[in-house]
T-cell receptor
Framework: TQLLEQSPQFLSIQEGENLTVYCNSS?????LQWYRQEPGEGPVLLVT?????EVKKLKRLTFQFGDARKDSSLHITAAQPGDTGLYLC????????????FGAGTRLAVHP | EAGVVQSPRYKIIEKKQPVAFWCNPI?????LYWYLQNLGQGPELLIR????????DSQLPKDRFSAERLKGVDSTLKIQPAELGDSAVYLC?????????????FGEGSRLTVL
Protein backbone atom coordinates (compact mmCIF):
# COMPACT_ATOMS: atom_id res chain seq x y z
CA THR A 1 0.00 0.00 0.00
CA GLN A 2 1.35 3.37 -0.95
CA LEU A 3 1.31 5.81 1.92
CA LEU A 4 2.56 9.35 2.26
CA GLU A 5 3.44 10.29 5.82
CA GLN A 6 3.78 13.95 6.66
CA SER A 7 5.50 15.46 9.66
CA PRO A 8 5.04 17.29 11.82
CA GLN A 9 1.25 17.15 12.05
CA PHE A 10 1.06 20.61 13.58
CA LEU A 11 3.46 23.53 13.64
CA SER A 12 2.92 26.84 15.41
CA ILE A 13 5.59 29.48 14.92
CA GLN A 14 6.21 33.21 15.08
CA GLU A 15 6.44 35.44 12.04
CA GLY A 16 9.99 35.53 10.68
CA GLU A 17 10.96 32.00 11.72
CA ASN A 18 12.11 29.33 9.30
CA LEU A 19 10.54 25.88 9.10
CA THR A 20 10.72 22.60 7.25
CA VAL A 21 7.96 20.04 6.77
CA TYR A 22 8.44 16.54 5.47
CA CYS A 23 6.68 14.03 3.27
CA ASN A 24 7.97 10.45 3.42
CA SER A 25 7.08 7.13 1.89
CA SER A 26 8.51 3.63 1.62
CA UNK A 27 7.38 3.63 -2.03
CA UNK A 28 8.95 5.28 -5.04
CA UNK A 29 6.87 7.99 -6.69
CA UNK A 30 7.23 9.18 -10.27
CA UNK A 31 6.50 12.69 -9.02
CA LEU A 32 5.23 14.50 -5.95
CA GLN A 33 3.06 17.55 -5.63
CA TRP A 34 2.61 20.03 -2.79
CA TYR A 35 -0.71 21.73 -2.21
CA ARG A 36 -1.73 24.40 0.31
CA GLN A 37 -5.25 24.46 1.69
CA GLU A 38 -6.63 27.44 3.57
CA PRO A 39 -9.63 27.09 5.93
CA GLY A 40 -12.87 26.71 4.02
CA GLU A 41 -11.10 26.39 0.69
CA GLY A 42 -9.96 23.58 -1.56
CA PRO A 43 -6.27 22.67 -1.94
CA VAL A 44 -4.23 24.76 -4.40
CA LEU A 45 -1.17 23.40 -6.17
CA LEU A 46 2.15 24.98 -5.17
CA VAL A 47 4.64 22.85 -7.08
CA THR A 48 5.30 19.52 -8.80
CA UNK A 49 8.70 17.82 -8.51
CA UNK A 50 9.51 15.07 -10.97
CA UNK A 51 13.28 14.37 -10.87
CA UNK A 52 15.14 12.76 -7.97
CA UNK A 53 17.24 15.39 -6.22
CA GLU A 54 15.30 18.23 -7.80
CA VAL A 55 15.06 21.53 -5.94
CA LYS A 56 12.43 24.12 -6.82
CA LYS A 57 12.02 27.57 -5.35
CA LEU A 58 8.85 29.58 -5.16
CA LYS A 59 9.71 32.93 -3.53
CA ARG A 60 10.34 32.01 0.14
CA LEU A 61 9.37 28.35 -0.36
CA THR A 62 11.96 25.73 -1.32
CA PHE A 63 10.86 22.24 -2.35
CA GLN A 64 13.15 19.24 -2.61
CA PHE A 65 12.52 15.78 -4.04
CA GLY A 66 14.66 13.04 -2.53
CA ASP A 67 17.28 11.32 -4.68
CA ALA A 68 15.42 8.02 -4.38
CA ARG A 69 12.08 9.71 -5.08
CA LYS A 70 10.59 8.41 -1.83
CA ASP A 71 10.49 11.67 0.08
CA SER A 72 10.17 15.41 -0.26
CA SER A 73 10.55 18.46 1.93
CA LEU A 74 9.20 21.99 1.98
CA HIS A 75 11.26 24.72 3.60
CA ILE A 76 9.79 28.15 4.29
CA THR A 77 12.13 31.05 5.01
CA ALA A 78 10.95 33.95 7.15
CA ALA A 79 7.40 32.67 7.53
CA GLN A 80 4.54 35.16 7.32
CA PRO A 81 0.96 34.94 8.63
CA GLY A 82 -0.18 34.49 5.03
CA ASP A 83 1.66 31.15 4.99
CA THR A 84 -0.84 29.76 7.49
CA GLY A 85 -2.68 26.72 6.18
CA LEU A 86 -2.65 22.96 5.66
CA TYR A 87 0.26 21.76 3.52
CA LEU A 88 -0.48 18.53 1.68
CA CYS A 89 1.86 16.35 -0.33
CA UNK A 90 0.40 14.11 -3.01
CA UNK A 91 1.68 11.53 -5.45
CA UNK A 92 0.29 9.46 -8.30
CA UNK A 93 -0.99 6.02 -7.37
CA UNK A 94 1.33 3.43 -8.90
CA UNK A 95 -1.54 1.07 -9.64
CA UNK A 96 -2.81 3.34 -12.36
CA UNK A 97 -6.26 4.87 -12.44
CA UNK A 98 -4.68 8.30 -12.95
CA UNK A 99 -5.33 9.30 -9.36
CA UNK A 100 -3.47 11.17 -6.66
CA UNK A 101 -3.05 9.94 -3.10
CA PHE A 102 -2.59 12.53 -0.38
CA GLY A 103 -0.76 12.65 2.90
CA ALA A 104 -2.60 13.77 6.03
CA GLY A 105 -0.97 17.17 5.87
CA THR A 106 0.95 19.54 8.13
CA ARG A 107 -1.13 22.27 9.68
CA LEU A 108 0.95 25.45 9.96
CA ALA A 109 0.02 28.49 12.03
CA VAL A 110 2.22 31.59 11.73
CA HIS A 111 1.54 34.18 14.42
CA PRO A 112 2.28 37.90 14.00
CA GLU B 1 -12.13 31.80 -16.18
CA ALA B 2 -14.41 30.30 -13.54
CA GLY B 3 -12.95 27.67 -11.27
CA VAL B 4 -14.58 24.49 -10.02
CA VAL B 5 -17.98 25.35 -8.56
CA GLN B 6 -19.60 23.29 -5.84
CA SER B 7 -22.90 23.58 -4.04
CA PRO B 8 -24.11 23.69 -1.41
CA ARG B 9 -21.19 24.99 0.65
CA TYR B 10 -22.75 23.75 3.87
CA LYS B 11 -25.42 21.18 4.60
CA ILE B 12 -26.80 20.01 7.96
CA ILE B 13 -29.11 17.01 7.98
CA GLU B 14 -30.34 14.37 10.37
CA LYS B 15 -29.11 10.82 10.02
CA LYS B 16 -30.99 8.62 7.58
CA GLN B 17 -31.87 11.63 5.43
CA PRO B 18 -30.65 11.89 1.82
CA VAL B 19 -28.25 14.58 0.60
CA ALA B 20 -26.84 15.57 -2.78
CA PHE B 21 -23.84 17.63 -3.81
CA TRP B 22 -23.32 19.25 -7.17
CA CYS B 23 -20.11 20.08 -9.02
CA ASN B 24 -19.40 22.05 -12.18
CA PRO B 25 -15.79 21.53 -13.32
CA ILE B 26 -13.59 23.93 -15.24
CA UNK B 27 -14.72 24.14 -18.84
CA UNK B 28 -12.86 21.66 -21.02
CA UNK B 29 -11.61 19.48 -18.16
CA UNK B 30 -12.53 15.92 -19.05
CA UNK B 31 -11.47 14.38 -15.74
CA LEU B 32 -13.57 14.95 -12.63
CA TYR B 33 -12.88 13.68 -9.11
CA TRP B 34 -14.87 13.49 -5.91
CA TYR B 35 -12.74 13.41 -2.78
CA LEU B 36 -13.72 13.01 0.87
CA GLN B 37 -11.79 14.99 3.48
CA ASN B 38 -12.24 14.22 7.15
CA LEU B 39 -11.19 16.77 9.74
CA GLY B 40 -7.42 16.93 10.04
CA GLN B 41 -6.86 14.52 7.18
CA GLY B 42 -5.87 14.68 3.54
CA PRO B 43 -8.40 14.13 0.75
CA GLU B 44 -9.31 10.54 -0.13
CA LEU B 45 -10.59 9.67 -3.59
CA LEU B 46 -14.17 8.45 -3.84
CA ILE B 47 -14.66 8.35 -7.59
CA ARG B 48 -13.01 9.54 -10.79
CA UNK B 49 -14.71 10.23 -14.11
CA UNK B 50 -13.18 10.40 -17.56
CA UNK B 51 -15.84 12.31 -19.46
CA UNK B 52 -19.08 10.55 -18.47
CA UNK B 53 -17.46 7.22 -17.56
CA UNK B 54 -16.68 6.32 -13.95
CA UNK B 55 -13.23 4.75 -14.34
CA UNK B 56 -12.34 4.37 -10.65
CA ASP B 57 -15.07 3.98 -8.02
CA SER B 58 -13.30 1.40 -5.90
CA GLN B 59 -13.43 3.61 -2.78
CA LEU B 60 -17.07 4.64 -3.14
CA PRO B 61 -19.34 2.95 -0.54
CA LYS B 62 -21.88 1.82 -3.07
CA ASP B 63 -24.50 0.74 -0.56
CA ARG B 64 -25.29 4.35 0.24
CA PHE B 65 -23.27 6.55 -2.13
CA SER B 66 -23.96 7.12 -5.79
CA ALA B 67 -22.61 9.53 -8.37
CA GLU B 68 -23.34 10.51 -11.92
CA ARG B 69 -21.83 12.75 -14.56
CA LEU B 70 -24.40 13.17 -17.27
CA LYS B 71 -23.09 14.53 -20.58
CA GLY B 72 -19.58 14.52 -19.20
CA VAL B 73 -19.80 17.95 -17.58
CA ASP B 74 -21.61 18.50 -14.26
CA SER B 75 -21.59 15.83 -11.61
CA THR B 76 -23.76 14.94 -8.64
CA LEU B 77 -22.75 12.93 -5.58
CA LYS B 78 -25.59 11.49 -3.50
CA ILE B 79 -25.73 9.86 -0.09
CA GLN B 80 -28.82 7.95 0.94
CA PRO B 81 -29.27 7.37 3.79
CA ALA B 82 -26.67 9.53 5.52
CA GLU B 83 -24.91 8.24 8.64
CA LEU B 84 -23.17 10.15 11.43
CA GLY B 85 -19.78 9.07 10.08
CA ASP B 86 -20.46 10.77 6.76
CA SER B 87 -19.84 14.18 8.33
CA ALA B 88 -16.92 15.57 6.34
CA VAL B 89 -16.00 17.90 3.50
CA TYR B 90 -16.75 16.62 0.02
CA LEU B 91 -14.31 18.09 -2.51
CA CYS B 92 -14.75 18.10 -6.24
CA UNK B 93 -11.73 18.54 -8.51
CA UNK B 94 -11.09 18.56 -12.22
CA UNK B 95 -8.04 18.23 -14.44
CA UNK B 96 -7.01 18.24 -18.08
CA UNK B 97 -4.51 15.42 -18.25
CA UNK B 98 -2.66 12.82 -16.26
CA UNK B 99 -2.00 13.48 -12.60
CA UNK B 100 1.71 12.61 -12.73
CA UNK B 101 2.62 16.12 -13.72
CA UNK B 102 -0.76 17.75 -14.14
CA UNK B 103 -2.64 19.88 -11.68
CA UNK B 104 -5.88 19.15 -9.90
CA UNK B 105 -8.14 22.16 -9.52
CA PHE B 106 -10.36 21.88 -6.47
CA GLY B 107 -13.63 23.52 -5.60
CA GLU B 108 -14.25 25.06 -2.19
CA GLY B 109 -15.94 21.89 -0.97
CA SER B 110 -19.30 21.00 0.53
CA ARG B 111 -19.22 20.61 4.28
CA LEU B 112 -21.72 18.01 5.50
CA THR B 113 -22.82 17.69 9.12
CA VAL B 114 -25.00 14.71 10.00
CA LEU B 115 -26.83 15.00 13.34
Amino acid sequence: TQLLEQSPQFLSIQEGENLTVYCNSSSVFSSLQWYRQEPGEGPVLLVTVVTGGEVKKLKRLTFQFGDARKDSSLHITAAQPGDTGLYLCAGPFSGGYNKLIFGAGTRLAVHP
Amino acid sequence: EAGVVQSPRYKIIEKKQPVAFWCNPISGHNTLYWYLQNLGQGPELLIRYENEEAVDDSQLPKDRFSAERLKGVDSTLKIQPAELGDSAVYLCASSLGVVDTGELFFGEGSRLTVL
